[in-house]
């Protein structure tokens, strides 16, 4: 159970939340006992979103995309979202070996406009063909003053469960085969996929005013299309890859809490740390907002992916196989750093006061 | 694909966007083709909430509790939403004759509140226990301003998808094999459930005033209380009563709509209508904000459940061993009416008009 502040406010709460939330989930696992749908614990036995039905083991996640909606409702553009739904919770299953493979969706609005819609569940269908994904299920909830948000138009919150499948005799990607010497290949995301945006869009309201998203930013572009661009999706060929019997050890999907969190989550159960000394160089727009915010690295590399959206941890002897087939696979990744036998991950960081950022804590 | 409307607005439009969302969900259906997760479609080609997964057909299905969260608001009372909840979706898969086995969950807040967490979360837990459900995911989403909702605590909106299992071997429940002389047994649901709170509160809001919560109702508890009223969950009763051998065609799991809508929906694939003629007898609050509203019968029980929470169609044969089976388990049940060869739902009202009502129309 996850806590997502698209608002950036008291994280100790979010965090004593999530635990709480999970606690009261926790107790529940024995319900199902031997029964059709049991609960699935990994070797550690921690929860690894597979339930057992018969032979065959399912994975399930939800998450929504927070308040990118807003840039959307600034810019007036919709059918660039479900490319931002479906690769929250496809590439959060990936990320635990689960190949996705359908998607139900909730749209909570304050009123119905029927073009917008249109253009989400026209955005839906593309990204999850581009997933290889069916929508599966869907509910409209017309909710009047209980959904807010920018301008004029339709609002709405938006948020899926995606489904997926567990190969049989497949290992579970739980980290525990992590070891030091492993390589971490970094896949680039351009722009900031869903998490982030609540820093992104204060710094840029008091720069530029109330109407940021139509001002022009550093890559010729305006901000509101440099803050709505739409995620990738890495879910479908991460799967090929991991079918292709590429010995991988484990994945970060990188979303709230950047490189820090997200590799440190996956680090917990070998007790691992990371030195990336490499890491890829961001798109200006991050630079302009450091200094607009007066960020300093070590909240920019926790705040923000600074364009990594996947991390990949493999072997050394794995790492020219898995480069080739995501070059193929068109994807743009290199190899950013390496795994450490101590804990904590060392950045190298690009951002304007450079350096090593050490953090202690591996994951929340 | 569903739209609620939880403010009683625009049918029509609704309808439009419902149509919409689903046609472009049903293009995505064939993505999946022979691979795992491949969605399954009835006889007549629709779609039954089912995917398979090698031999086994998981169902999934998503739904939230809409506005009722504000009269949970209004009394300071969070512990039984949960129970909503569970209820909105373990009860959609039972009434297509799946077992709802796990229940992953998204709350959505403006910001958080630990009590409020706590107390919503133990209640899904309990909720899901009297489910024989695994809460098996769960994400919380800050998002300031885009949530709105009733006083100074925190306000929220939840919603869940569900999975379940649908047994080898076992009919879809499309409603195929509905046939003329069928009974129609209805279990009985104390209170609203999660559907009909917009014109509730609006008659209440302005028959009593803001705070009409507070103000006592006709049965020895608040307008609040009455409203607050959890709802029973049906669905692993009746998967027993579906394992125990009892030939059960149909259920229509009464929800917004009334028991026009959800009965005029199973009976489509059979084109059946259905004669109610001995409607369960309303709680005395219905018949008060009848008259409040100035409510006409057949809006009356196109808006409210009128305490029929879920309907049973089976053959008359079946009907004994259903009726103590549902007795044994503490249900309130009995036969209401039978199905009929002509189309078209007609119901003896016990509202205060009374005399029968007509629906030509079968589901929406």
Redesign the interface.
Known sequence: ???????G??LD??N???R???N??K???P??GE?????VLTESGS?A?L?Q????R?G?????I??K??VAERCGRYDTLGFDLVAMVADDLIANGI?P??I?????VD??C?TT??AL??G??GA??AA??????????????????YGDGM?F?W?A?A???FPEGRESLTGLQIAAGDVVLALRSPGLRSNGF?LARQILARRLGDSWHAVAGPEGKTWGEILLTPSLIYAPHLYDLLKSGVDVHGFAHVTGGGIPDNLGRILRASGCGATIGDTLPPEDFFLVLQEWGGIPDRLLYHSWNMNHGMLVILPEAALNGASRFLADAGFDSRAIGRITSSPGIVIASRGREGGEIRYERSGK
Do not use: K, P
């Open positions: 159970m996850e806590v997502t502040s698209h608002l406010q008291d709460l979010g004593r939340c999530s709480l939330a999970f009261w989930a107790r529940s696992f319900v199902r029964l059709e749908g049991q609960v929860f979103n339930l039905f018969g032979n065959v399912i399930i996640t939800s998450d929504g927070g308040t909606i807003e190949e493979t359908g139900s969706n909730i749209l909570d009123r119905l029927e819609v249109d569940m026209g839906l269908y999850a063909l290889r994904m069916a929508v599966t299920g869907g509910e409209i909830a017309e909710l009047g003053g209980r959904i807010g948000g609002h919150n948020c469960t489904v997926g499948y609540s």
